[in-house]
């Protein structure tokens, strides 16, 4: 596949900071506890299905001590429409007693101390950070790598790979680019049926735009 050009890049990149400027996470939540569950609970499931389970799991258990006492069998009553329950249930437990038991009840703000929580991986620490921080950091889901390679800015056969392309080539305004590429990827240059025609605002870029031809 053809590679963006460094003026495509940098034309890219001004195009999805004015347009997504912004921009914030889907997922519903009032402050950092809420946020990391939603976001470990949104891996492999939508916003929309997290956004759905969250506020009974949330007013059953309103913080990190509430959480780490839980009882397992509860917590995956209440979030059993989520792909993975089973382990996103004992995931965000042992978070939440990691949370009381190491760090006071405070969750951390920074990416070495989030990823020793279970069920919190690279991406998920970054999400929370660019979220709740506006940290410049990238993270890859499914969104951000279809659109990075439809665009030609990565052709990297890892989410991992194609972030720490991401990162040098965009080198800033990481926070905004990361948003921007999910609701892009989200709502625009969609998976199946993508709307090339009529809404989608980097046609000029796309590199694979030939294949969507006939559709």
Do not use: W
């Amino acid at each position: 596949m053809k590679k963006a050009t460094k003026k495509e890049i940098e034309a890219i990149k001004v195009a999805f900071v004015s347009r997504y400027d912004k921009a914030v996470t889907e997922l519903t939540y009032k402050n950092i506890y809420e946020l990391v569950v939603a976001v470990a609970l949104s891996a492999q499931c939508t916003d929309k299905r997290v956004n759905m389970l969250t506020p009974t799991l949330f007013e059953k258990y309103p913080d990190v001590y509430a959480l780490a006492k839980a009882d397992i069998n509860d917590v995956k009553k209440i979030i059993n429409s989520c792909s993975f329950f089973n382990n996103k249930a004992k995931n965000i437990i042992l978070m939440a007693q990691r949370v009381v038991d190491v760090y006071d009840g405070e969750i951390p703000q920074n990416e070495k101390d989030l990823i020793t929580l279970a069920g919190v991986g690279q991406k998920t620490a970054h999400v929370v950070m660019i979220e709740y921080t506006g940290a410049n950091l990238m993270a890859v889901d499914t969104h951000v790598f279809r659109v990075a390679h439809r665009l030609g800015l990565s052709d990297d056969e890892t989410a991992l790979k194609t972030e720490a392309t991401l990162v040098r080539k965009f080198k800033t305004n990481l926070h905004q680019l990361h948003q921007g590429m999910v609701l892009f990827g989200r709502y625009i240059c969609t998976a199946k049926n993508p709307k090339c025609e009529n809404e989608c605002f980097l046609r000029e870029f796309c590199k694979t735009k030939e294949s969507f031809k006939a559709r």
